[in-house]
Protein backbone atom coordinates (compact mmCIF):
# COMPACT_ATOMS: atom_id res chain seq x y z
CA UNK A 1 0.00 0.00 0.00
CA UNK A 2 2.99 1.92 0.26
CA UNK A 3 5.51 1.16 -2.36
CA UNK A 4 8.83 2.30 -1.91
CA UNK A 5 7.96 4.14 1.14
CA UNK A 6 10.75 2.01 4.34
CA UNK A 7 8.13 0.16 6.60
CA UNK A 8 9.75 1.87 9.09
CA UNK A 9 8.19 4.83 8.02
CA UNK A 10 4.92 3.86 7.18
CA UNK A 11 4.50 1.02 9.99
CA UNK A 12 4.36 3.81 12.16
CA UNK A 13 0.42 4.82 11.08
CA UNK A 14 -0.66 1.71 9.51
CA UNK A 15 0.63 -1.42 11.87
CA UNK A 16 0.79 -4.47 10.15
CA UNK A 17 -0.16 -8.21 11.37
CA UNK A 18 2.55 -11.05 10.85
CA UNK A 19 1.50 -11.11 7.16
CA UNK A 20 2.44 -7.62 6.58
CA UNK A 21 -1.00 -6.68 5.90
CA UNK A 22 -2.85 -3.67 7.26
CA UNK A 23 -6.08 -2.81 8.21
CA UNK A 24 -8.40 -1.01 5.51
CA UNK A 25 -11.77 0.32 4.25
CA UNK A 26 -14.57 -0.08 1.77
CA UNK A 27 -15.95 3.16 2.14
CA UNK A 28 -18.64 3.71 -0.38
CA UNK A 29 -20.31 7.48 -1.39
CA UNK A 30 -24.00 7.83 -1.36
CA UNK A 31 -26.24 11.17 -2.26
CA UNK A 32 -29.56 11.09 -1.54
CA UNK A 33 -32.04 13.55 -3.13
CA UNK A 34 -35.85 13.36 -3.29
CA UNK A 35 -35.75 11.72 -6.67
CA UNK A 36 -32.19 10.16 -6.73
CA UNK A 37 -30.11 7.66 -4.82
CA UNK A 38 -26.84 8.03 -6.44
CA UNK A 39 -23.94 5.49 -5.32
CA UNK A 40 -20.17 5.49 -6.18
CA UNK A 41 -18.48 2.58 -6.32
CA UNK A 42 -19.94 -0.76 -4.88
CA UNK A 43 -17.11 -2.46 -1.98
CA UNK A 44 -15.43 -5.57 -2.86
CA UNK A 45 -18.42 -8.27 -2.67
CA UNK A 46 -19.42 -11.69 -1.26
CA UNK A 47 -18.92 -14.56 -3.68
CA UNK A 48 -15.10 -14.68 -3.24
CA UNK A 49 -13.58 -17.92 -2.70
CA UNK A 50 -12.34 -18.97 0.85
CA UNK A 51 -8.46 -18.76 -0.64
CA UNK A 52 -9.22 -15.26 -1.52
CA UNK A 53 -10.88 -14.13 1.89
CA UNK A 54 -7.99 -15.97 3.74
CA UNK A 55 -5.02 -13.63 1.86
CA UNK A 56 -6.76 -10.46 1.76
CA UNK A 57 -8.27 -10.96 5.28
CA UNK A 58 -11.22 -9.89 3.96
CA UNK A 59 -14.08 -9.52 6.69
CA UNK A 60 -17.54 -9.24 5.26
CA UNK A 61 -20.79 -10.65 6.12
CA UNK A 62 -22.89 -12.12 3.44
CA UNK A 63 -24.90 -9.29 1.03
CA UNK A 64 -23.02 -6.60 2.83
CA UNK A 65 -23.99 -3.66 -0.28
CA UNK A 66 -27.51 -4.48 0.69
CA UNK A 67 -26.66 -4.98 4.43
CA UNK A 68 -25.48 -1.34 4.28
CA UNK A 69 -28.30 0.32 1.98
CA UNK A 70 -30.71 -1.17 4.45
CA UNK A 71 -29.19 0.13 7.38
CA UNK A 72 -30.56 3.56 6.04
CA UNK A 73 -33.35 2.31 5.32
CA UNK A 74 -33.05 2.06 1.58
CA UNK A 75 -32.52 -1.19 -0.55
CA UNK A 76 -30.89 -2.03 -3.71
CA UNK A 77 -33.54 -1.15 -5.95
CA UNK A 78 -33.86 2.20 -4.64
CA UNK A 79 -30.59 3.10 -5.89
CA UNK A 80 -31.04 5.19 -9.39
CA UNK A 81 -27.66 5.68 -10.30
CA UNK A 82 -24.15 4.42 -9.67
CA UNK A 83 -21.20 5.91 -10.46
CA UNK A 84 -18.14 3.45 -10.86
CA UNK A 85 -14.75 5.16 -10.17
CA UNK A 86 -12.98 2.13 -12.00
CA UNK A 87 -13.05 -1.95 -12.34
CA UNK A 88 -10.47 -3.06 -9.96
CA UNK A 89 -12.13 -5.62 -7.51
CA UNK A 90 -12.49 -3.59 -4.23
CA UNK A 91 -14.15 -1.02 -5.90
CA UNK A 92 -16.61 -2.56 -8.46
CA UNK A 93 -17.30 -5.98 -6.63
CA UNK A 94 -20.22 -5.57 -5.02
CA UNK A 95 -22.25 -4.70 -8.20
CA UNK A 96 -22.61 -8.48 -8.90
CA UNK A 97 -23.71 -11.33 -6.80
CA UNK A 98 -24.15 -14.85 -7.43
CA UNK A 99 -27.31 -16.98 -6.71
CA UNK A 100 -27.68 -20.72 -8.35
CA UNK A 101 -24.67 -20.47 -9.97
CA UNK A 102 -25.66 -17.43 -11.83
CA UNK A 103 -24.07 -13.78 -11.86
CA UNK A 104 -26.53 -11.20 -11.24
CA UNK A 105 -26.80 -7.20 -10.68
CA UNK A 106 -27.33 -6.15 -7.26
CA UNK A 107 -28.49 -3.08 -8.30
CA UNK A 108 -30.98 -3.94 -11.02
CA UNK A 109 -32.49 -0.55 -11.45
CA UNK A 110 -29.73 2.04 -11.74
CA UNK A 111 -28.08 3.92 -14.44
CA UNK A 112 -24.25 2.64 -14.65
CA UNK A 113 -21.95 5.73 -15.30
CA UNK A 114 -18.31 4.35 -15.96
CA UNK A 115 -15.38 5.51 -17.96
CA UNK A 116 -15.38 4.23 -21.23
CA UNK A 117 -11.23 4.08 -22.16
CA UNK A 118 -10.67 2.69 -18.58
CA UNK A 119 -13.46 -0.12 -19.20
CA UNK A 120 -11.60 -0.67 -22.03
CA UNK A 121 -8.07 -1.38 -20.16
CA UNK A 122 -10.37 -3.77 -17.75
CA UNK A 123 -11.33 -5.96 -20.56
CA UNK A 124 -7.57 -6.16 -21.76
CA UNK A 125 -5.15 -5.05 -18.85
CA UNK A 126 -1.31 -5.78 -18.68
CA UNK A 127 0.00 -8.89 -17.30
CA UNK A 128 0.92 -7.10 -14.30
CA UNK A 129 -2.83 -5.49 -13.24
CA UNK A 130 -5.06 -8.37 -14.86
CA UNK A 131 -5.45 -9.73 -11.45
CA UNK A 132 -7.01 -6.76 -10.58
CA UNK A 133 -9.84 -7.26 -12.88
CA UNK A 134 -12.30 -10.04 -12.35
CA UNK A 135 -14.35 -10.04 -15.96
CA UNK A 136 -16.04 -13.13 -15.30
CA UNK A 137 -18.26 -11.06 -12.88
CA UNK A 138 -18.36 -7.96 -13.79
CA UNK A 139 -18.88 -8.68 -17.18
CA UNK A 140 -22.13 -10.48 -17.04
CA UNK A 141 -23.46 -7.28 -15.28
CA UNK A 142 -22.55 -5.05 -17.84
CA UNK A 143 -24.02 -7.03 -20.58
CA UNK A 144 -27.37 -7.18 -18.14
CA UNK A 145 -27.14 -3.05 -18.01
CA UNK A 146 -26.47 -2.57 -21.81
CA UNK A 147 -29.84 -4.90 -22.44
CA UNK A 148 -31.65 -2.61 -20.30
CA UNK A 149 -30.46 0.76 -21.91
CA UNK A 150 -28.92 1.37 -18.60
CA UNK A 151 -24.98 2.04 -19.52
CA UNK A 152 -24.03 5.48 -19.53
CA UNK A 153 -19.78 5.98 -20.97
CA UNK A 154 -18.39 8.73 -19.95
CA UNK A 155 -15.25 9.90 -21.68
CA UNK A 156 -12.20 12.40 -21.58
CA UNK A 157 -9.90 13.86 -18.84
CA UNK A 158 -12.17 15.77 -16.92
CA UNK A 159 -16.05 16.99 -16.75
CA UNK A 160 -19.58 16.07 -16.17
CA UNK A 161 -21.22 12.64 -14.58
CA UNK A 162 -24.55 13.93 -13.79
CA UNK A 163 -27.07 16.64 -12.56
CA UNK A 164 -29.27 15.53 -9.50
CA UNK A 165 -31.37 17.59 -7.80
CA UNK A 166 -29.16 20.82 -5.93
CA UNK A 167 -25.88 19.99 -7.53
CA UNK A 168 -23.83 18.63 -9.99
CA UNK A 169 -21.26 15.42 -9.59
CA UNK A 170 -18.19 16.08 -11.73
CA UNK A 171 -15.31 14.41 -12.35
CA UNK A 172 -11.25 14.24 -12.85
CA UNK A 173 -9.34 11.29 -13.82
CA UNK A 174 -5.77 10.42 -13.21
CA UNK A 175 -3.62 7.98 -14.65
CA UNK A 176 -0.96 6.45 -12.28
CA UNK A 177 -2.66 4.03 -10.52
CA UNK A 178 -5.07 2.76 -13.30
CA UNK A 179 -5.83 4.70 -16.95
CA UNK A 180 -8.91 6.81 -16.49
CA UNK A 181 -9.09 6.62 -13.53
CA UNK A 182 -12.45 8.79 -11.99
CA UNK A 183 -12.85 11.06 -9.41
CA UNK A 184 -16.33 12.17 -8.73
CA UNK A 185 -16.81 15.29 -6.65
CA UNK A 186 -19.24 17.60 -5.90
CA UNK A 187 -19.40 21.67 -4.61
CA UNK A 188 -18.43 19.99 -1.27
CA UNK A 189 -16.74 16.19 -1.47
CA UNK A 190 -14.76 14.69 -3.43
CA UNK A 191 -13.80 11.07 -3.76
CA UNK A 192 -10.81 10.38 -3.76
CA UNK A 193 -10.47 6.63 -4.41
CA UNK A 194 -6.79 4.95 -4.99
CA UNK A 195 -4.86 7.95 -5.97
CA UNK A 196 -5.24 8.80 -2.47
CA UNK A 197 -6.73 6.03 -0.59
CA UNK A 198 -5.65 6.61 2.85
CA UNK A 199 -5.41 10.12 4.83
CA UNK A 200 -1.68 8.55 5.58
CA UNK A 201 -0.88 8.67 1.76
CA UNK A 202 -1.46 12.61 1.53
CA UNK A 203 2.26 13.22 0.93
CA UNK A 204 3.10 12.97 -2.93
CA UNK A 205 6.03 10.26 -2.49
CA UNK A 206 3.45 7.79 -0.75
CA UNK A 207 2.14 6.02 -3.40
CA UNK A 208 0.92 2.55 -4.01
CA UNK A 209 3.09 -0.43 -5.02
CA UNK A 210 -0.22 -1.17 -6.96
CA UNK A 211 0.24 1.90 -9.29
CA UNK A 212 0.91 0.92 -12.76
CA UNK A 213 2.74 4.65 -13.05
CA UNK A 214 3.80 5.54 -9.53
CA UNK A 215 5.97 8.84 -11.21
CA UNK A 216 2.64 9.70 -12.53
CA UNK A 217 0.40 8.92 -9.61
CA UNK A 218 2.95 11.74 -7.83
CA UNK A 219 1.79 14.27 -10.55
CA UNK A 220 -1.91 13.55 -10.19
CA UNK A 221 -1.95 13.32 -6.69
CA UNK A 222 -0.41 16.77 -6.56
CA UNK A 223 -2.74 17.81 -9.11
CA UNK A 224 -5.82 16.95 -7.50
CA UNK A 225 -4.65 17.81 -3.96
CA UNK A 226 -4.40 21.55 -5.59
CA UNK A 227 -7.95 21.02 -6.77
CA UNK A 228 -9.45 19.88 -3.48
CA UNK A 229 -7.67 23.09 -1.94
CA UNK A 230 -8.99 25.69 -4.08
CA UNK A 231 -12.58 24.31 -4.26
CA UNK A 232 -12.13 24.21 -0.46
CA UNK A 233 -13.43 20.09 -1.11
CA UNK A 234 -13.64 17.61 1.75
CA UNK A 235 -11.58 14.56 0.46
CA UNK A 236 -13.25 11.24 1.01
CA UNK A 237 -11.13 8.62 1.86
CA UNK A 238 -12.36 5.15 0.60
CA UNK A 239 -9.72 2.91 2.22
CA UNK A 240 -9.29 4.94 5.55
CA UNK A 241 -9.81 2.45 8.49
CA UNK A 242 -9.62 5.52 11.16
CA UNK A 243 -10.84 8.69 8.97
CA UNK A 244 -13.54 8.82 6.46
CA UNK A 245 -12.53 11.97 4.97
CA UNK A 246 -10.32 15.53 5.97
CA UNK A 247 -9.63 18.96 4.34
CA UNK A 248 -6.35 19.96 3.07
CA UNK A 249 -3.90 22.94 3.94
CA UNK A 250 -0.80 24.24 2.10
CA UNK A 251 2.26 22.75 3.44
CA UNK A 252 5.30 24.63 2.28
CA UNK A 253 7.83 21.11 3.11
CA UNK A 254 5.45 18.36 2.46
CA UNK A 255 2.90 20.05 0.15
CA UNK A 256 0.20 19.26 1.47
CA UNK A 257 -1.13 18.20 4.82
CA UNK A 258 -5.09 17.35 6.75
CA UNK A 259 -6.01 20.64 7.93
CA UNK A 260 -9.11 18.70 9.92
CA UNK A 261 -9.32 15.22 9.98
CA UNK A 262 -13.07 13.67 10.39
CA UNK A 263 -12.99 10.34 12.57
CA UNK A 264 -14.62 7.23 11.66
CA UNK A 265 -16.91 6.25 15.03
CA UNK A 266 -16.95 2.29 14.38
CA UNK A 267 -15.68 0.55 11.60
CA UNK A 268 -17.99 -2.09 9.94
CA UNK A 269 -15.96 -3.33 7.09
CA UNK A 270 -18.68 -1.62 3.97
CA UNK A 271 -19.32 2.00 5.11
CA UNK A 272 -21.62 4.68 3.00
Known amino acids: ?137 FEPVMDYYRQKNLLIPINGEDGKILDYEGGTLNFTCSHGHTPFLMHPFNDKYIYLTDILPTSNHIKIPWVMGYDLRPAQSTIDKKRILELTYHKKLIAIFEHDPDFWGASVERCSKKGFIPKEKFPVQELNGYQI
Open 1 to 137: MFGIIPKPLWSKVAPADSQNRIQLALRLWLIKTNKQIILVDTGIGDYHPEKFNQMFDVKTNQNPLKESLNSLGLSPNDVTDLVLSHFHFDHIGGIATIENGNVLPVLPNAKIYYHEEHYQHALNPTQRDAGSFQKKY
